[in-house]
């Protein structure tokens, strides 16, 4: 019997992938204005712990294009910029591999940048994965909706905090006001109780 469990659990085991999954993370759309810069970030996730061999991979396609053409690699500790790409002078590896952050930094933007740019990673042995991809759409001016959607969120972030301070000092003036009702009461208690102790000890006629 003790025989027979060996032998299925060393065939289980002989059958279990060598390799698990790995989730790569990017942003799903960034806007940015004219000659600015803008970081790409790339993460992943793996249960593994991250591998001196570790990887990152980005491609980039234009808008109105089928292919994706290979713009950067990071392998064996080494970042390579394409040198035949269109980013070859303006790329710059801003991330940190021991950290499993694959940023890329994009400078000086113009509006033939706009694009999808993917990320892939691989964490040895896991190695199978779906690559992630961000959409690059670059402006003149910072687009109408991407501002009011950025004013509202800092409105509400605002008008949470201005809620939060109200609430405090609110609950301080009320702990205060019921501290103060009851050091008056029991003063008033107590001057009560002094007159009506002195009309009884007053001199009888």
Not at 48 to 59: A, G, P
Not at 125 to 147: C, H, M, N, T, W
Request: aromatic share 10%; hydrophobic share 40%.
């Amino acid at each position: 019997m003790l025989t027979l469990l060996v032998l299925t659990a060393a065939v289980l085991l002989g059958a279990a992938p060598q390799s698990e999954a790995i989730v790569v993370y990017t942003g799903w759309e960034r806007h940015a204005l004219v000659g600015s810069d803008v970081r790409l970030s790339c993460s992943f996730f793996s249960w593994r712990w991250t591998s001196e061999d570790v990887t990152f991979s980005w491609s980039y396609r234009p808008d109105g294009a089928k292919d994706s053409i290979s713009i950067f690699h990071y392998t064996g500790g080494v970042p390579y910029v394409d040198n035949k790409g269109p980013f070859r002078d303006r790329l710059e590896f801003v991330g940190n591999p021991a950290r499993r952050d694959g940023s890329i930094l994009i400078r000086s933007l113009d509006f033939s940048d706009n694009g999808t740019f993917t990320c892939d990673a691989k964490n040895p042995p896991d190695i199978v994965g779906r690559p992630s991809s961000v959409r690059l759409l670059v402006f003149e001016k910072i687009p109408i909706q991407a501002g009011v959607i950025t004013g509202a969120i800092i409105g509400v972030v605002l008008g949470l905090l201005i809620l939060v301070v109200a609430i405090y000092y609110l609950m301080r003036f009320l702990v205060a006001r019921r501290v103060f009702d009851l050091s008056v009461s029991k003063h008033g208690k107590k001057g009560k109780g002094k007159e009506a102790q002195q009309r009884q000890a007053g001199p009888s006629k």
